[in-house]
């Protein structure tokens, strides 16, 4: 399946059993709404597929994973029903990563912003390159890693995803990532990357179904919650997204 829009687009292939979803955007692949909604079907449709077994989530191009929230669209919301509806895109993705009863196998291939490490967070088992450095990037525009922080610290722990979240305007490097538990190996080429995401994708879709599924949902014991903590928090972000601090700096950010 292949669509395609203006907002960029969602790539699904299904072999041997493993289910690649592809998201990119000409934006750093940014995730505007209409994006994630996309990406969100994408996933709980893998998750319902009894021929997918393993699904590896990955995005276009060579140099970033994912910039985060489309600052186009955040520019455009007016009231706070509608930021708190952006917000949720991502929140809806995260909990279909978390829902979802097969592995997801995270493939991480350059830098990563925002959203875009919450959705790394999200998946059951990250690969990355030494060029996958990561920034928590909300608190310099004014909003914080609200919908995020939940995914995001439940992998690196809380004390590093504060020091994400605080320091807002630098990367940390992908190993500093890997040594907090964010990225399970980091390779040194794309091409190593894709040989081990591959060599474990057919590891997995070679496994019980039933065994997996069972892993999966004793991995993610603790938050069962998260459909309303995140509902919460993109009512935080949906607030704080209208103020003019927050336009005011995603107005100089587009502008640099």
Same mark, same amino acid.
């Given at each position: 399946?292949?669509?395609?829009?203006?907002?960029?687009?969602?790539?699904?292939?299904?072999?041997?059993g493993i289910m690649t979803i592809t998201f990119s955007h000409p934006a750093h692949n940014s995730l505007p709404?209409?994006?994630?909604?996309?990406?969100?079907?994408?996933?709980?449709?893998?998750?319902?597929?009894?021929? +997918?077994?393993?699904?590896? !989530? #990955?995005?276009?191009?060579?140099?970033? *994973? +994912?910039?985060?929230?489309?600052?186009?669209? !955040?520019?455009?919301?007016?009231?706070?029903?509608?930021?708190?509806?952006?917000?949720?895109?991502?929140?809806?993705?995260?909990?279909?990563?978390?829902? +979802?009863?097969? *592995?997801?196998?995270?493939?991480?291939?350059?830098?990563?912003?925002?959203?875009?490490?919450?959705?790394?967070?999200?998946?059951?088992? +990250?690969?990355?390159?030494?060029?996958?450095?990561?920034?928590?990037?909300?608190?310099?525009?004014?909003?914080?890693?609200?919908?995020?922080?939940?995914?995001?610290?439940?992998?690196?722990? #809380?004390?590093?995803? #504060?020091?994400?979240?605080?320091?807002?305007?630098?990367?940390?490097?992908?190993?500093?990532? @890997?040594?907090?538990?964010?990225?399970?190996?980091?390779?040194?080429?794309?091409?190593?990357?894709?040989?081990?995401?591959?060599?474990?994708?057919?590891?997995?879709?070679?496994?019980?179904?039933?065994?997996? @599924?069972? !892993?999966?949902?004793?991995?993610?014991?603790?938050?069962?919650?998260?459909?309303?903590?995140?509902?919460?928090?993109?009512a935080i972000s949906g607030e704080l997204v209208l103020?003019?601090?927050? @336009?005011?700096?995603?107005?100089?950010?587009?502008?640099?």
């Amino acid at each position: 399946m292949k669509d395609k829009t203006l907002l960029g687009q969602i790539d699904t292939q299904l072999a041997d059993g493993i289910m690649t979803i592809t998201f990119s955007h000409p934006a750093h692949n940014s995730l505007p709404g209409q994006l994630l909604a996309q990406l969100r079907y994408a996933i709980r449709q893998a998750g319902i597929n009894p021929d +997918c077994r393993v699904i590896i !989530l #990955q995005s276009g191009g060579d140099r970033t *994973f +994912c910039a985060g929230a489309s600052f186009d669209e !955040l520019m455009s919301i007016q009231d706070f029903t509608a930021g708190k509806e952006f917000f949720l895109g991502f929140a809806r993705v995260i909990n279909a990563l978390r829902e +979802c009863p097969k *592995f997801v196998i995270g493939r991480v291939q350059g830098k990563t912003i925002g959203g875009g490490v919450g959705l790394a967070a999200a998946t059951d088992y +990250c690969l990355a390159t030494t060029f996958a450095a990561v920034k928590l990037s909300e608190l310099a525009i004014g909003i914080g890693p609200f919908v995020v922080g939940p995914a995001v610290a439940r992998r690196v722990g #809380q004390s590093a995803f #504060q020091q994400l979240a605080i320091n807002a305007t630098d990367f940390q490097s992908a190993e500093w990532a @890997r040594e907090k538990g964010l990225f399970t190996e980091v390779f040194a080429t794309t091409e190593e990357l894709d040989a081990a995401v591959l060599k474990l994708a057919r590891q997995l879709a070679q496994s019980s179904p039933d065994a997996m @599924r069972e !892993l999966k949902r004793i991995s993610w014991e603790g938050a069962e919650n998260w459909n309303e903590l995140l509902d919460t928090r993109a009512a935080i972000s949906g607030e704080l997204v209208l103020s003019d601090f927050t @336009r005011n700096a995603i107005a100089a950010f587009k502008n640099k």
